[in-house]
């Protein structure tokens, strides 16, 4: 079965610093991977998606970015966060056949605060 | 340009009654899916069904049923004699065929509370 695997569960990081979630999936093969930010009450912002190694999409400036080094590796970084980094990170994935009705399947996430 | 809406931001209803949680969805795409999912106080969202555009059949899954008219472009989620486990925020999410990278365009969540 596929699992999909997220860390660190919780994270505090002084503004300025730099950033690494690391997202990686068990059990497939050429999934299709995201990554979400959810704030505080509110929903989920896609912030990139990626259909294969080395191909990222981005769906909102900002200054994060995202890599796809190895197939069922996605890693969300920053060189210098800001205070509106914080919130609740989201690794997905899908299964890749073309069509847009895969489920997305979610890791635990990933509470950021910046202090 | 497409569109979530979850109108219910917050509600609470009482162990064992029925709710429903509304969704209503914009699209020009006339190929397209929608999703619920669930985010209980953990944190990880939960798939729970799944519907195409070319398929208005309504569902039942034991205690959840979803109604699909696209007349109305809604696709609202029952959940019959609530528990407390059902207490958790509520997403509705819709995907277009224009993309092949199952973009999903998020409501804004409905947080259900059961009360004992």
């Known amino acids: 079965s596929q699992t999909i695997h997220q860390w660190p569960a919780t994270l505090v990081q002084p503004v300025g610093s730099p950033l690494s979630l690391e997202c990686t999936v068990e059990?497939?093969?050429?999934?299709?991977l995201y990554w979400y930010r959810q704030a505080a009450g509110r929903g989920l912002q896609l912030l990139f998606y990626?259909?294969?190694?080395?191909?990222i999409s981005s769906e909102v400036p900002q200054n994060l970015s995202a890599s796809r080094p190895q197939d069922r590796q996605f890693i969300l970084s920053s060189k210098k966060l800001l205070l509106s980094d914080s919130g609740f990170y989201l690794c997905?994935?899908?299964?890749?056949?073309?069509?847009?009705?895969?489920?997305?399947?979610f890791g635990d996430g990933t509470r950021l605060s910046i202090l | 340009a497409q569109k979530v809406t979850q109108a219910q931001t917050e509600i609470s209803v009482v162990e064992k009654e029925d709710v429903t949680l509304d969704c209503v969805y914009e699209?020009?795409?006339?190929?397209?899916?929608l999703f619920w999912y669930k985010q209980p106080p953990s944190g990880e969202l939960v798939f729970l069904i799944r519907?195409?555009?070319?398929?208005?059949q309504n569902e039942i899954s034991g205690r959840y049923s979803w109604n699909f008219q696209k007349s109305t472009s809604s696709f609202n989620f029952t959940i019959t004699a609530s528990q407390v486990v059902d207490s958790a925020v509520y997403f509705c999410?819709?995907?277009?065929?224009?993309?092949?990278?199952?973009?999903?365009?998020f409501g804004t969540g409905t947080r259900l509370t059961v009360i004992p």
């Open positions: 990626s259909v294969g190694i080395g191909q």
């Open positions: 519907r195409n555009s070319f398929d208005e």
């Open positions: 999410a819709l995907s277009e065929a224009l993309t092949g990278a199952n973009n999903l365009f």
């Open positions: 997905a994935w899908s299964g890749n056949r073309g069509y847009s009705n895969q489920p997305q399947h």
């Open positions: 699209t020009r795409d006339t190929t397209y899916y």
């Open positions: 059990g497939t093969s050429n999934p299709n």
